[in-house]
């Protein structure tokens, strides 16, 4: 019989309410780090019995293990170190007297001011964050001065990123065929 009258089926009622709460549960849930806790664990198993069973092993481990530190370290260092370091870039034809040359169009900086003198002729819309791919897929051109801006962009990008050296007459080449794209513009 329970204290004070109070009826069975709203105890069992209410026991039901309280143990039914997640921090009543009693199974265990699964802890999804503990592989590699469990892995971890065996790793320093492992060490501690090498160190037991076979202290010279031990030793020549760890020195290979401290030299493959020190060389990603190294490594490390001389990567950020090549990243960050100046580069030294001499002045080359026609960059002296502010004038376009070889060395505009090795950085990109040549797309720039062509696709500047294209939006004046209203053959594009000049944005400083499009690439010059961008400009072959949305310029106002027919066929052939598409054709022609597309193996311009080859010809800028080979420069640019393939590190194929631009001299005077590949660039003023380069320039007569930029300069011919404003006869190919597509009426608006």
Not at 97 to 114: C, M, N, T
Not at 158 to 165: D, K
Request: with cysteine; hydrophobic share 45%.
């Amino acid at each position: 019989m329970l204290a004070q009258g109070i009826p069975p089926d709203s105890l069992r009622a209410a026991l039901r309410e309280v143990f039914a709460r997640p921090e009543y549960r009693w199974n265990e849930r699964p802890d999804p780090w503990a592989w590699i806790v469990a892995v971890w664990d065996r790793l320093l198993d492992w060490l501690d019995g090498l160190q037991r069973g076979h202290p010279a092993g031990f030793k020549v481990l760890l020195a290979l293990l401290t030299l493959v530190l020190v060389g990603l370290l190294a490594h490390m260092g001389y990567v950020v170190w090549r990243i960050t370091r100046p580069t030294a870039r001499t002045p080359a034809w026609g960059e002296g007297a502010g004038g376009i040359g070889a060395p505009e169009l090795a950085d990109g900086r040549a797309h720039r001011l062509r696709a500047e003198e294209l939006e004046r002729r209203r053959a594009l819309a000049f944005h400083p964050s499009k690439t010059p791919a961008e400009y072959v897929g949305e310029a106002r051109l027919d066929a052939a001065g598409r054709a022609s801006l597309a193996e311009l962009v080859a010809r800028l990008y080979r420069h640019v990123f393939g590190g194929i050296p631009c001299d005077e007459g590949g660039y003023r080449e380069f320039g007569a065929a930029a300069d011919e794209l404003g006869s190919h513009v597509a009426p608006a």
